[in-house]
């Protein structure tokens, strides 16, 4: 008895001090930490550089961001009496390239400002409420929606950071494994 409960004290205690912290991986340096983006209008940044409101999510960081481009995407246009005519539009404003772990496009761009951006929570979208049944020529029937209503949603302030890592697999070489996660919410903002 004595001697299963000294056993028992030795592995609860090597297997919580195998327990890594993220600073732990963060000092790892065969360690990928994988830490999700939030879209602000074509503009992803890192989780951990943004902040939470009740309505928005803001960039604790001003981001480099384009605000004057030369870039143009052109394509033409065929009309219905079969003329054709090129329509142009600038690109590369309000988007981002690797940087701090932030992206911004390079390509183009006159000039960048660095900017707090602002992007909301709150997401309308299309629920079915109601269906029919369709029958169609040979029999067959399947459930369409008949009636559709907005939901708005609140986008969670919730995000989890992976820890990833490089192994040798035999079949198809080096492969990335999940080895860890962590839950993290997103600040407050001031």
Same mark, same amino acid.
């Given at each position: 008895? #004595? ?22 991986? #963060?000092?790892?340096? +065969? ?20 902040? =939470?409101?009740? +309505?928005?999510? #803001? ?7 384009? @605000?004057?481009?030369?870039?143009? =995407?052109?394509?033409?246009? =065929? ?13 590369? *404003?309000? $988007?981002?390239? @690797?940087? +701090? ?8 761009? *006159? ?5 707090? *951006? ?11 409420? $109601?269906?029919?049944? @369709? $029958? ?14 907005? @939901? ?11 820890? *990833? ?26």
């Amino acid at each position: 008895m #004595k001697t299963t409960l000294i056993l028992a004290l030795a592995l609860s205690s090597s297997a919580f001090a195998a327990t890594k912290t993220l600073n732990d991986y #963060k000092n790892d340096a +065969d360690a990928i930490i994988d830490i999700p983006s939030v879209n602000f209008s074509g503009t992803m940044i890192k989780a951990d550089n943004v902040c =939470v409101t009740p +309505d928005s999510f #803001k960039t604790i960081n001003p981001i480099k961001v384009c @605000v004057e481009s030369n870039a143009q =995407v052109c394509r033409t246009i =065929v009309l219905r009496n079969g003329n054709e005519i090129e329509r142009c539009r600038p690109q590369g *404003l309000n $988007e981002v390239v @690797v940087e +701090d772990g932030n992206t911004f496009i390079k390509g183009g761009c *006159l000039a960048y400002e660095n900017l707090d *951006l602002e992007t909301s929570r709150v997401h309308a979208s299309q629920k079915c409420v $109601e269906y029919k049944t @369709v $029958e169609h020529a040979n029999g067959n029937t399947h459930e369409v929606c008949a009636k559709y209503e907005t @939901v708005n949603t609140i986008a969670s302030d919730l995000f989890e950071i992976s820890v *990833l890592k490089e192994f040798d697999s035999k079949h198809s070489g080096y492969s990335l494994r999940k080895v860890a996660s962590f839950k993290m919410a997103m600040p407050s903002c001031n």
